[in-house]
């Protein structure tokens, strides 16, 4: 009678001292889809000013929130030498959105810190608010026109 306890006490102490499987991990959605670069080649592409590109600095952000994973500034010639804008491209819905927020209570604040923001999924574009609308429309359409 004994040999047929011990295997089963054996088998029992083994089920109870064993982990349950670990659920299967589920994938995590990538946010980054576009890079600053295809938003440049896309302005171009539209015959748009996105001149002098080049990875932004610190002292490019100014009082901005430094959350991007990848950030550009461009100029805009024609609008004048140092005129133009920056894009970032974001890992995260709630960077772009707390640095969307950033530039919309900048243009808020007062009209002479005015801005043109424009987004599609991980990108933000800022464009200096003295662009005229129509302009600044065309750079917003060349954003949209990613696919």
């Known amino acids: 009678m004994s040999r047929i306890w011990f295997p089963l006490l054996l088998i029992f102490t083994l089920a109870a001292c064993s982990q349950p ?19 440049i080649a896309a302005f171009k592409a539209a015959s748009l000013e996105a001149e002098d590109a080049r990875p932004m600095t610190k002292d490019d952000y100014g009082l901005a929130p430094m959350l991007a994973v990848e950030a550009t500034h461009f100029t805009i ?11 970032f491209s974001f890992e995260t819905p709630e960077k ?15 009209a002479a810190y005015f801005s043109w923001v424009f987004i599609k ?17 065309k750079y917003q359409d060349a954003l949209n026109s990613l696919k």
């Open 77 to 87: 010639p024609s609008l004048c030498a140092d005129c133009g804008g920056r894009l």
């Open 121 to 137: 999924d991980n990108i933000l574009v800022q464009i200096n608010g003295d662009l005229p609308d129509t302009q600044a429309q």
């Open 21 to 39: 499987a670990a659920p299967a991990a589920t994938p995590v959605p990538v946010f980054q889809k576009w890079t600053t670069s295809q938003v």
């Open 96 to 110: 772009l959105e707390t640095t969307k927020i950033f530039y919309e209570k900048l243009s808020e604040s007062s």
